[in-house]
């Protein structure tokens, strides 16, 4: 009985140490990305998010009256330019862009929407138009992106003294804010793509 549970132990420890000895040293062969599955996950940006960082890249931009060109804007023309490059085509008047998109509430308003001012001379009108650009943890305030008459194009924000008495109302041009699927990579190649192979094989 003593002899048996020796070869027990001697078959125990020989087994181990192969199981040890196999984990600890991989196949020389394989390169080390081989020996570990690596899944990198890209998250593509939305239109909304593509569309203002376009924008931002005209900061700077002088203003121009009746302008819409990179060499200068006036504030619908800067919203028009921007919007075109999207497949969007709106009016070239403030008052007019208003009507291009579904109106939305001030608590409502998300990146990518429109805001509309009413001009330098008062009134209930509309004379100016921008971009929100980020929407405060409120859900009231916001900042925008837009052609400033001083500034050029620039960025804003609502609860300054100028724009905060001035807000008249707001529409959503771009009616699907999310973005598309984000694409699972598996050691470099397409998930979809590498399991289509493995099934048509």
């Known amino acids: 009985m003593k002899f048996l549970s020796r070869i027990f132990i001697v078959t ?3 087994s181990t140490a192969s199981t040890t000895t196999w984990a ?3 196949d020389p062969e394989m390169s080390p990305a081989a020996t570990t599955t690596q899944i990198n996950i890209t998250k593509p940006q939305s239109q909304v998010e593509n569309l203002l960082s376009y924008a931002k890249t005209f900061r700077g931009v002088p203003y121009r009256y009746g302008a819409m060109s990179p060499k200068g804007f006036d504030c619908s023309g800067f919203t028009s330019y921007v919007y075109k490059e999207f497949g969007y085509k709106l009016h070239r008047t403030a008052g007019g862009q208003l009507s291009n998109g579904t109106r939305v509430n001030r608590s409502e308003l998300k990146p990518g929407d429109l805001v509309f001012f009413g001009g330098r001379g008062g009134g209930r009108g509309i004379g100016h138009v921008g971009i929100v650009t980020k929407v405060d943890g409120n859900g009231h305030d916001f900042t925008f992106i837009h052609a400033s008459c ?3 194009i620039t ?6 003294s100028y724009y905060k008495v001035r807000y008249r109302n707001a ?3 771009i009616k699907d804010n999310t973005p598309p699927e984000i694409p ?3 050691m470099g190649f397409d998930i979809a793509d590498f399991t289509a192979d493995r ?3």
Not at 155 to 160: F, G, I, R, T
């Open 12 to 14: 125990l420890l020989i």
């Open 24 to 26: 600890a040293e991989p």
């Open 150 to 152: 001083s500034k050029g």
């Open 155 to 160: 960025e804003n924000h609502s609860s300054e």
């Open 171 to 173: 529409c959503r041009v």
């Open 184 to 186: 699972v990579k598996l």
């Open 199 to 201: 099934v048509s094989e």
